[in-house]
């Protein structure tokens, strides 16, 4: 039986199992484009070995500013199956990491879901993180209530018209809404392993500042807060590396400024903003950025050769 997509906000209604591609321009196969432990997240999910990064391709947002542009527009990537995802958890998890992070996922959450189940059919307890642009159908996040132990969500616009203009969704804002909600639903408090170091279950919002839109930043910030308090955990990102040519955008060409930024953390503040990770000064750069050159996606197995 054909089965449209429905799995995202896009809704776009094709048969990516038959061979078309919808708005996130992948097949419904998992395509990775790099699965190793990532040092690069906030210090509560990277630790000191690593989150277990598995980053996908394809993605239902087409930011114009994305730094993960050659990923998130499904050009690279080596398909899998649900059992080689499987195996990749487990692989990441005997070199030490202390979480899978599933980046980019939405388009590939069926596969994901069969292949968590499957690793934990084998014995796998570490917390598995969903790393997602916001972007997420409340319907389709209650299908991995029980399975992800972390939501690492971004927040990143409270205007639909900047919605609209920089990732082609102008019910932005409403959608990830109502997507937080039902994950703080399922995780209401950041709970912390032994040492109170690594998270182990929680919600963490991300919003990255863009230049000339503060103003923008701070909505999300009273949005986010005013909502849920300090149950969930804020991250306030400088990190905006200009790559490419933004769309075209000139107001998107630049970095964030100290003193932009300054002003979103200052307004956190000043609204009692305690459970937060701030970011410190010249954090632009694309070392932010890996190498998407599938290190890790299928590794060679070594042959008994007689």
Known sequence: MTQLCSICPRGCGVDRAGGQFGFCAVPDAPVVARAAPHFGEEPCISGT???GAVFFSGCNLRCVFCQNRTISRGEHGKEITV????D??????DEGVHNINLVSPTQYTKEIIAAVRMAKAR???LPFVWNTGGYERAETLRALEGLVDIYLTDYKYASGE???????????PAVADAALREMVRQQPACVYDSDGELLTRGVIVRHLVLPT???DSCKVVRRVFDAYGDRVILSLMSQYTPVGDCGGFAELASPVSTDEYDRVVDFARSLGVENAFIQEGGCVSESFIPAFDTTGVLPEKKENRK
């Open 49 to 51: 070995r690593g989150s």
């Open 83 to 86: 059992a080689q995802l499987g």
């Open 88 to 93: 990749i958890f487990l692989r990441l998890r």
């Open 123 to 125: 014995g796998f307890s």
């Open 162 to 172: 900047l919605a609209a203009r920089y990732s082609a969704a102008a019910d932005y």
């Open 213 to 215: 839109h503060a103003d």
